[in-house]
């Protein structure tokens, strides 16, 4: 497991690049939404609307490992059955706060943005997303949002369905993210646009599956101390040089930001 883009300073940091818009983007990042994008669970945070501020224990009992996606359409449907409305959750998501350095390393992007193409791979859903990245002011950054689907009915209910099937046995039911990640590579291939690197920045478990997908010419991101990163670390001392991606782990995204900033220069 190598570690690279240590000891770059921040006055660089915003450094343009001064490539020609008519080109091609060079590099894929790809971000993570909950905990890395973001300072917290966004399901966890919208339980702040609830009676209470709590669920009621036979809803948290239903959890089930593997199934998260099931939990939440039946934690939405008691939020639904409480009185919760759309305007309430649009609230919770637009005040999430970022993860520590997001606007710097945002920034940093917004300025290079001819060399990147920025998508997005979460297993939260597509209408808390939105809510918080147009709050933050950074959702034009983003090609493309992959999320689970998710929407309000005729009662108001807010619901949420899995994003696809797969075959992943390392995955949770209803998105394996390295699947989305290859398809989306591939599909770029065939757009005549290929990049000579892709940049992955996560934290959870599932961030995990894509990164092992990554080449030596790569870098994952991970979260320092949290699942992702441990997986690498056990991963590592497992199967030493088994994980082709450099990896730089991350406390602030200023960190991800000194980094890209070296691989321009």
């Given at each position: 497991m190598k570690r690279c883009c240590e000891g770059v300073g921040l006055p660089c940091l915003f450094k343009g690049v001064g490539m020609a818009s008519s080109q091609?983007?060079?590099?894929?990042?790809?971000?993570?939404?909950?905990?890395?994008?973001?300072?917290?669970?966004?399901?966890?945070?919208?339980?702040?609307?609830?009676?209470?501020?709590?669920?009621?224990?036979?809803?948290?009992?239903?959890?089930?490992?593997?199934?998260?996606?099931?939990?939440?359409q039946r934690v939405l449907a008691y939020m639904g059955d409480q009185g919760v409305k759309m305007g309430d959750f649009k609230t919770v998501y637009e005040n999430i706060p970022l993860s520590p350095g997001m606007p710097d390393l945002f920034q940093f992007i917004s300025k290079n943005h001819e060399v990147?193409?920025?998508?997005?791979?979460?297993?939260?859903?597509?209408?808390?997303?939105?809510?918080?990245?147009?709050?933050?002011?950074?959702?034009?950054?983003?090609?493309?949002?992959?999320?689970?689907?998710?929407s309000f009915d005729k009662r108001g209910y807010f619901t949420l369905g899995p994003y696809h099937s797969h075959k992943c046995l390392d995955c949770p039911a209803n998105m394996c993210k390295r699947k989305i990640l290859t398809e989306y590579l591939a599909e770029r291939a065939q757009e005549?646009?290929?990049?000579?690197?892709?940049?992955?920045?996560?934290?959870?478990?599932?961030?995990?599956?894509p990164s092992v997908s990554l080449t030596s010419a790569d870098i994952a991101f991970p979260r320092k101390g949290y699942p992702m990163h441990r997986m690498m670390q056990e991963m590592e001392n497992k199967q030493p040089g088994a994980f082709q991606a450099n990896v730089v782990p991350w406390e602030s995204a200023t960190e991800v930001a000194r980094c890209l900033q070296e691989v321009l220069e």
């Open positions: 091609p983007p060079k590099y894929l990042l790809v971000f993570d939404f909950d905990e890395t994008i973001i300072n917290e669970n966004s399901d966890d945070s919208i339980i702040r609307v609830a009676p209470g501020q709590a669920l009621p224990e036979h809803i948290r009992q239903t959890f089930c490992e593997g199934f998260y996606n099931e939990y939440m990147f193409e920025i998508i997005l791979i979460s297993d939260a859903n597509m209408f808390g997303i939105e809510c918080n990245l147009r709050a933050a002011g950074f959702y034009s950054l983003f090609r493309k949002i992959f999320s689970n689907p998710s005549e646009v290929e990049f000579e690197r892709v940049f992955y920045v996560g934290d959870g478990a599932n961030d995990f599956c």
